[in-house]
């Protein structure tokens, strides 16, 4: 049974190798035909680690055919089991989860997997968000430490072995062996990302207009996966604005459309 079960996970690495030259290449009929046989691999007996390695090759699969409905459930469930390193870093991972959950998601879910997910607050979110990651606070999820606590006593400020203030850490390099101290200074500057994310929930399509066009010229047009579909993505991510903007009136003029976006009529109207 050892060996076995041995040969089936071999088996499967070797598919997953054969899906990572496809995605070097741009082969995307080897790399959909590759991801359904690993499918198949892993559901005749695959394990833990395989099966969860194997929703970042599917999702990521599905992001580059513009599956975003199909890529957003899979990006956003491998965050918190991660362990394909040798695909992608998980600071591209969290990057592929949100993009793909902006567009694909529903209100609602949008709100609970991206907006308030833990694994996402503690990398996208403010500092605050990310110290409450490191506590364990974010890991209850929405409303995690809003129950009543005692103030800790203060600190001596004369004692030097008082504990240091904490201070926010990249939790996207976390999980990555050998890290050296240039790879902690080359930290992802997220925060276009998280407007992005907060301003569409919170309707201040000034500030999302903004947030999306930092999002095309530091996300989508540096990334080799992205960049084909930055246009597309940017044209359903501004449909989908308006629809959010039209579904709250039943009558909405042109103009004050306009100002709520920061465009001109002209512009809107094209």
């Known amino acids: 049974m050892y060996e076995k079960t041995g040969v089936l996970g071999t088996k499967i690495d070797i598919v997953f190798a054969i899906i990572r030259l496809g995605f070097f290449f741009g082969d995307k009929f080897l790399v959909k035909k590759s991801v359904e046989r690993a499918h198949t691999l892993v559901e005749s007996g695959g394990d833990w680690d395989r099966r969860n390695r194997l929703k970042a090759y599917q999702g990521l699969h599905f992001l580059t055919i513009r599956a975003h409905n199909l890529a957003a459930p899979l ?23 949100v993009l793909a959950g902006s567009v694909a998601l529903k209100r609602v879910d949008f709100k609970t997997k991206v907006v308030d997910a833990p694994e996402i607050k503690a990398v996208v979110g ?27 006593p203060a600190a001596d400020t004369t004692d030097s072995s008082a504990t240091p203030k904490p201070t926010a850490v990249n939790l996207a390099l976390l999980g990555q062996d050998n890290l050296q101290e240039e790879d902690a200074k080359d930290q992802v500057d997220f925060s276009p990302l998280a407007k992005l994310v907060n301003s569409l ?16 010229q530091e996300f ?51």
């Open 75 to 97: 990006l956003l469930d491998s965050l918190s089991t991660f362990t394909s390193y040798e695909l992608c870093s998980y600071s591209s991972l969290i990057i592929y989860a």
């Open 126 to 152: 403010s500092t605050e968000d990310r110290l409450a990651a490191l506590s364990g606070a974010a890991s209850a999820g929405p409303g995690a430490g809003d129950e009543e606590m005692q103030d800790a």
């Open 201 to 216: 929930y919170q309707g201040d399509y000034k500030t999302f207009f903004s947030a999306l066009g930092r999002v095309e």
């Open 220 to 270: 989508l047009c540096q990334d080799r996966y992205l960049a084909e579909h930055k246009a597309w993505f940017v044209r359903e991510m501004r449909l989908r604005a308006y629809q959010q903007l039209l579904q709250s009136y039943r009558v909405v003029g042109l103009q004050s459309m306009a100002d709520a976006f920061g465009v001109s009529m002209d512009f809107l109207d094209k």
